[in-house]
């Protein structure tokens, strides 16, 4: 990483062209985008507008085919495969709609998995796992199967997974699925907290309210960044609707 | 709502003076209503003419505590067991807005919809903060306000969203523009937008 350079996560002029010819569809074209510690972002945009490409591209799940994309200041591009797995086991977390638990696994187990397929030894992997566990509030349920443990428990038990060890970047795709307000708002409470605590995330939905949560919101359309927010200065400028 | 039924409220719960009632209001809405004192004055006189209010004898320091009447609490009942009518809302100037914009030449309304929609994002963003900063068990009242500016402007990004969507459904064949004069700058860009519109 350059030293003057903290961005955890960095979007150099990225494009994402699926196909060839008059066929191809450009789902991402030139897209530059920096997140930095203690920053959450989030990604707004019609469906088809490039939002999950985007966030494929930050996990090293799909390669650009232009430009370059950045995780603390390693180019994904300049990896091999098993580099870019262990990349991604080791530094980056993802929250989805589909939490993907594996119901033979306990709770514990499945927070621990990512951690002893990196190598780490089965007692530490525990130990971190159950620090995880802790932090989204489930210490108490780590043995139980995800079939006993309610909707919100599986998603907290899902973040727990991606926050476990020490991953910098959480990125997440609609996170807070078919919750109730109330339980999805816990699940983004969470997650803000992850990020104060020096992380960085990219948020994508489509829900304004969640976005809110975002300290900046970025808007596409059509594969290209049109709109950035970031919040008003103070309430009483918002109070009085005099925010220009 | 009217400041008047907010300060029946306030003295539902025993007499308070003038100083008292702002210091409540602000309190119970999270200051997200700053009232100054010459309004609590002045709705003070109006409810005490209605016969809603009535003065109490100024105390040592000078001060005038009021206390709620029979029909000041009679009042109060039928404004709480009435909902709020949205024909009794001020007209919505965003959605009037947008209408005008679809109908005016030269207008890029998709332009107009993303200004707003930052906008409104913004306003989102620092509502959220707030919340979150919120989370004392007595801060219930300011959270619920929060929450209702929080769906409100929710539910206006997703109408923004809805009014994107139809734009770029409908807009080849939408609103005409107005008949083409070679030299009207207006034109011209009404034609560039539909060119664009049409390479979609």
Redesign the interface.
């Known amino acids: 990483m350059s030293g003057s350079d903290d961005a955890v996560l960095e979007l150099r002029a990225v494009h994402r062209t699926h196909g060839a010819g008059p066929a191809a569809v450009h789902a991402l074209r030139g897209v530059s985008l920096v997140v930095r510690p203690g920053e959450l972002v989030a990604v707004m945009g019609p469906s088809g507008s490039g939002k999950s490409t985007l966030l494929a591209l930050a996990g090293g799940l799909d390669r650009p085919t232009g430009g370059e994309v950045r995780v603390e200041g390693q180019p994904l591009g300049a990896l091999d495969r098993r580099g870019l797995a262990q990349l991604r086991r080791r530094r980056i977390g993802y929250i989805f709609q589909q939490l993907n638990l594996l119901g033979s696994l306990s709770a514990l187990e499945n927070v621990a998995l990512p951690l002893e397929l990196d190598g780490t030894s089965g007692r530490r992997a525990r130990a971190l796992a159950m620090a995880a566990l802790t932090e989204v509030g489930l210490p108490a349920l780590g043995d139980r199967f995800p079939d006993q443990l309610s909707g919100g428990q599986q998603q907290r038990v899902a973040i727990a997974r991606a926050l476990v060890g020490e991953r910098r970047l959480v990125l997440a795709d609609e996170p807070t699925g078919a919750l109730d307000s109330q339980t999805g708002e816990a699940v983004l409470h969470l997650l803000r907290r992850r990020i104060d605590a020096g992380a960085a995330g990219v948020l994508v939905t489509h829900e304004a309210r969640h976005a809110g949560w975002a300290d900046r919101v970025v808007f596409l359309r059509d594969g290209v960044l049109v709109d950035t927010t970031a919040p008003l200065g103070s309430v009483e400028q918002l109070l009085s609707g005099s925010e220009r | 709502m009217s400041i008047r039924h907010g300060l029946l409220a306030l003295l539902e719960r025993g007499q308070m003076y003038g100083y008292q009632l702002r210091a409540a209001f602000e309190e119970s809405t999270g200051?997200?209503w700053?009232l100054n004192i010459g309004q609590v004055y002045t709705t003070l006189s109006r409810l005490e003419r209605d016969g809603l209010v009535r003065p109490l004898p100024e105390s040592e320091a000078g001060q005038r505590p009021y206390e709620i009447t029979d029909a000041g609490r009679a009042d109060l009942a039928l404004w709480f067991a009435t909902p709020i009518s949205r024909t009794d809302r001020p007209r919505d100037e965003l959605a009037i807005k947008l209408a005008l914009a679809l109908t005016t030449p030269g207008v890029d309304v998709r332009s107009v919809v993303?200004a707003q929609?930052?906008?409104?994002?913004?306003?989102?963003?620092?509502?959220?903060?707030?919340k979150?900063g919120s989370n004392r068990p007595e801060d219930l009242p300011w959270r619920l306000v929060l929450d209702s500016m929080?769906?409100q402007?929710?539910a206006e990004?997703?109408w923004l969203?809805h009014c994107?969507?139809s734009l770029?459904r409908h807009q080849p064949s939408g609103p005409a523009p107005p008949a083409p004069r070679p030299d009207d700058a207006d034109a011209r860009d009404a034609a560039r937008w539909a060119g664009e519109e049409a390479r979609?």
């Open positions: 200051s997200t700053p993303q929609r930052s906008a409104t994002m913004r306003a989102l963003q620092e509502l959220t903060r707030l979150y929080v769906f402007a929710e990004v997703r969203d994107e969507t770029v979609r």
